[in-house]
Each structure stands twice: as structure tokens, then as C-alpha cells.
């Protein structure tokens, strides 16, 4: 028959006697025993504590970079890892308050869960960075499907949090790839491959935004030079505007400046 010596917050060691009847000599030698038995317990039950929590992430309860380096060391075949780096996160905490950006990094961590298979993984790694591991991909063209995935689930959770008012801040995600074996096996050669991606991705990303900012101010001041004769000049710096009439070296009725284009 089975008996236990209890521990802690509900938990029991548990001496089965499914494959052998435990005598009441070896009893009596257990229970005479019961307070080692239970002090080494409840220090095993620390560490496992203490190394679980050394594996994940406080805020949004994901698996941390440790946690991740570790799931490496069991991964097998081909496989992608993706970086995720929050574009403007800065401007979130700035403009809703620290609370807000705790509750939109908890709330992208869930969307991102909600959103990738089982076979796969999610970890925080920095304080605006995510990773994911997706299993089962061995070149960068079959990634991009999953790299919208992403990208639309970054977005979901943080307007659930914050509102549509994110469009004007700028706020985005841009995310960069690897692929193993292919670009190593290892967690520092996967992250080197995937960093350069992603800040690729975030320099198209912001120079497509500045592209069209730059056409929207020019076709806006276009306007304005055409309903009106006022003879703007506006110099080096983007905020110096005056209306002085232009002089006899020929300057333009509309002169833009290179750091103000």
C-alpha cells in the first residue's frame, strides 16, 4: 500500500507500494526518518523554484533569454529564429505612461502565443525585443508568411491596449530572420543573422515613412505656394520661417533647405 510524508503547501512524497508491499520494519525506518526526508525535499523544491523563475521573464511571464539558450540546446532539423524589435516603444511610455507599456509588452506577449503553433516559441529577450523560434523552415521565403503573422499580432495587441492613437506615434515592429542550420546552430551566430535582418527591415521601414512624410510636406506647401504669394524661405533649421521678400542674388520665392528636406 501507499503512504506519505507531507512537505509543504500541499505537497506529499509518496511511497507507492504498486510494485513491492512495503513491511512495517521499512515504515518505521521511513517515518524515523520523515524530517530529513522532508528537509531535503524542500530544498529541492527551492531550487526548481529559484531556476524556474531564473527562466522567465517577470513582466510578461514568457521564457527569457537564459530560457531560450536553452531550448536551443534541444532543437533539432531546420528551423527559423525571429527577432522582433518594438519600433517607438519609447513614445508609448512617453505618451500613455509606464503602466500602459507594462500592460502593452504582457499584451504582445499573449498575441504572439495565441498566434504561433505549438510546436514553436516565444521569448522576451530585452526590454522592446522579442524571439521566436519557429520550427520546421529552412530558408527565408517560407518565413514571410509568419513574419506578417507577427507583425499583425504585435499590432493587435498594442491598439488593444493603447486605442488607434498609435498611428500617430510612429509605432511599429520590425522584425529580421534566421535560418539553422543554415546560419548556424548556435544562439549568438542565429541572433548576429537575425539582428542584421531586422535593422534592414527597420531602415526600409523608416525610409519608406520618410519618403512619404517628405512628399505629403511637399505637395502640402505646394498648395499653400500656389493659393497664396506670401514668399516663404525656410532655412536650415525646419521650424525657421520667414516671410522677407526674396533678395537680388535670385533666390527662390521657395527655398527648402537640405537638413529641412
Known sequence: TDFAIPV????????TGRRRRWTDLQKMLILECQDSIRAAARKSLRFHEVHNASL???VTELPNLQALR???TRQSGSYALAILDLDRFKAIN???GHATGTAVLVA?????SHALRETDYVARIGGDEFAVLLNGFDCLSKVDGKRELLRNAVWDAATEVCGDDLSDLGFGVSIGCAIA????????DLLAVADHHMYADKRARYSTAAIAVTSGLTSGMNQRASSKPTNLHILSSPLSVSSKSPTSSGDSPL???RKAA
Open 94 to 96: 512617453d505618451s500613455f
Open 255 to 257: 527655398r527648402l533647405s
Open 8 to 15: 509543504d503547501r500541499g505537497m506529499q512524497i509518496v511511497f
Open 108 to 112: 504582445i506577449g499573449r498575441h504572439l
Open 56 to 58: 522567465c521573464d517577470p
Open 70 to 72: 536553452e531550448r536551443m
Open 181 to 188: 542550420p543554415a546560419d548556424g546552430t548556435k544562439l549568438e
